[in-house]
C-alpha cells in the first residue's frame, strides 16, 4: 500500500527478471494505466501509477406540490409512492410542500406517483415521473392540479309565447 509521494523500492532482484505491477481500483480515483510490465535492467526501472481523484457523482430529487383553483383545499393531503433503485417509499405532501431526495447515487432508476384524485375534483397535470439520476443537477419534479369544484345542478324554464291576430290557443308547437 502506498499514498500519495511514497515510494516501495525492491532490491536484489536479478538483471532480467520479468515482472507485473497491478494496482487495485479505489473509489472515487481513477488511475492511468493499472499495469506495468517489463524487465529488470541494471539501471534499474520505475513503475509510475498517477491517480486522479474523481469523486462519485451523486444526484437528488425534489417533488413539489401545487394545487390551483377556486375552493381547493390547501390543507389537503396528497399521497405519493417514490420508488428509487426499486425501494418503494410512500410519502405525503400538502399544496406548496415539498420532499428532495439527496444523495442518490448516479444511473438508478426512480418512479414518483401521485395518487388519483380526481374523483374529488384535482385534476392532474401529471400523475408519474419516471428516470434516472443523472448527477447532472438537482431534479425538480412538479405535482400541480387543478381543482374543479363539482357545479351545482341548475334548472331551464321553457315558456312558449304566441302573439299575433287570434292565434289558436290550442296549437301545440314541438321543440
Same mark, same amino acid.
Given at each position: 500500500?502506498?499514498?500519495? +509521494? ?5 532490491? =536484489?532482484?536479478?538483471?532480467?527478471? &520479468?515482472?507485473? %505491477?497491478?494496482? =487495485? $481500483?479505489?473509489? @472515487?480515483?481513477?488511475? #492511468? ?13 520505475? #513503475? ?10 451523486? +444526484? ?6 401545487? %394545487? ?6 390547501? =390543507?389537503?393531503?396528497?399521497?405519493? !409512492?417514490? %420508488? ?10 400538502? $399544496? +406548496? ?5 439527496? #444523495? ?11 395518487? *388519483?384524485? !380526481?374523483?374529488? @375534483?384535482?385534476? #392532474? ?5 419516471? @428516470?434516472?439520476?443523472? @448527477? ?19 334548472? &331551464? ?7 299575433? *291576430?287570434?292565434? *289558436?290557443? *290550442? ?5
Amino acid at each position: 500500500m502506498l499514498k500519495h +509521494g511514497q515510494s516501495a523500492i525492491f532490491e =536484489q532482484i536479478p538483471v532480467g527478471v &520479468l515482472y507485473t %505491477v497491478i494496482e =487495485q $481500483p479505489v473509489p @472515487g480515483y481513477t488511475v #492511468a494505466g493499472t499495469r506495468h510490465t517489463g524487465t529488470i535492467t541494471k539501471e534499474g526501472c520505475t #513503475a509510475l501509477f498517477t491517480n486522479t481523484y474523481a469523486p462519485s457523482r451523486m +444526484g437528488s430529487l425534489t417533488v413539489t406540490k401545487e %394545487v390551483l383553483g377556486d375552493g381547493a383545499d390547501l =390543507q389537503k393531503e396528497f399521497t405519493f !409512492t417514490a %420508488v428509487i433503485n426499486g425501494r418503494s417509499e410512500p410519502f405525503v405532501l400538502k $399544496p +406548496g410542500e415539498s420532499k428532495t431526495f439527496p #444523495a442518490l447515487p448516479v444511473r438508478i432508476e426512480y418512479t414518483i406517483t401521485e395518487g *388519483d384524485y !380526481t374523483a374529488e @375534483g384535482y385534476i #392532474a397535470a401529471v400523475k408519474t415521473y419516471t @428516470g434516472t439520476i443523472t @448527477g447532472e443537477e438537482e431534479l425538480l419534479l412538479p405535482f400541480v392540479n387543478v381543482y374543479q369544484a363539482e357545479a351545482e345542478p341548475g334548472s &331551464l324554464t321553457v315558456q312558449k309565447e304566441v302573439v299575433g *291576430d287570434n292565434p *289558436d290557443p *290550442d296549437k301545440e308547437f314541438s321543440f
